[in-house]
T-cell receptor, first 111, second 115 residues
Framework: QKEVEQDPGPLSVPEGAIVSLNCTYS??????FMWYRQYSRKGPELLMY????GNKEDGRFTAQVDKSSKYISLFIRDSQPSDSATYLC???????????FGAGTQVVVTP | EPEVTQTPSHQVTQMGQEVILRCVPI?????FYWYRQILGQKVEFLVS????????KSEIFDDQFSVERPDGSNFTLKIRSTKLEDSAMYFC?????????????FGDGTRLSIL
């Protein structure tokens, strides 16, 4: 079983829709959960950082962590064409530890 | 906003040659990392570095790889004798040390092409 699973997509949504992304994981030691956005030929850009279970909101972005189900989600409200990118989930057991990444989900927001 | 910078953006090297990838982490960060991403695959951890020594390394980080912090600002990854399978994007990341959130921030990477 892969340590972090993420549907690669592509996920195509119309402008203004809610984008829903998720990852599942198998390692119960993971405590720190991140979402990164990656544009073509660029590095991962941090969007959300969450410790343990719960919700976190930042502008149009909401991250949810359910450690009991080993499931994390990212929601993007009022999606824009500029949100078109690959979204990577990442997680680690320690605050400074190595990140384990998902495969990334390609999102396309059409005008 | 402070950022991690990497040079060069693209490096083309003959198989068997040595290559050095350079990174300038965010200035007040003390934990440094290298990751790589082979085309079409996941981002993979290579090595982490703190207090002038390796904290953790992956199976990929064998004797052909080394890291160094030659001065107060640069962090380098050296591949001693490159192989075709070393072709990938190499990302440097850094994170602060202390209390509170300590996420890793990434540079835009060096695309390494081995011929």
């Amino acid at each position: 079983q892969k340590e972090v699973e993420q549907d690669p997509g592509p996920l195509s949504v119309p402008e203004g829709a809610i984008v829903s992304l998720n990852c599942t994981y198998s390692n119960s030691a993971f405590q720190y959960f991140m979402w990164y956005r990656q544009y073509s030929r660029k590095g991962p850009e941090l969007l959300m950082y969450t410790y343990s279970s719960g919700n976190k909101e930042d502008g149009r972005f909401t991250a949810q962590v359910d450690k009991s189900s080993k499931y994390i989600s990212l929601f993007i409200r009022d999606s824009q064409p500029s949100d078109s990118a690959t979204y990577l989930c990442a997680m680690s057991a320690d605050s400074w530890g190595k990140l384990q990444f998902g495969a990334g989900t390609q999102v396309v927001v059409t005008p | 906003e402070p950022e991690v910078t990497q040079t060069p953006s693209h490096q083309v090297t003959q198989m068997g040659q040595e290559v050095i990838l350079r990174c300038v982490p965010i200035s007040n960060h003390l934990y440094f990392y290298w990751y790589r991403q082979i085309l079409g695959q996941k981002v993979e951890f290579l090595v982490s570095f703190y207090n002038n020594e390796i904290s953790e390394k992956s199976e990929i980080f064998d004797d052909q790889f080394s890291v160094e912090r030659p001065d107060g600002s640069n962090f380098t990854l050296k591949i001693r004798s490159t192989k075709l399978e070393d072709s990938a994007m190499y990302f440097c990341a850094s994170s602060p040390v202390g209390t509170g959130d300590q996420p890793q921030h990434f540079g835009d990477g060096t695309r390494l092409s081995i011929l």
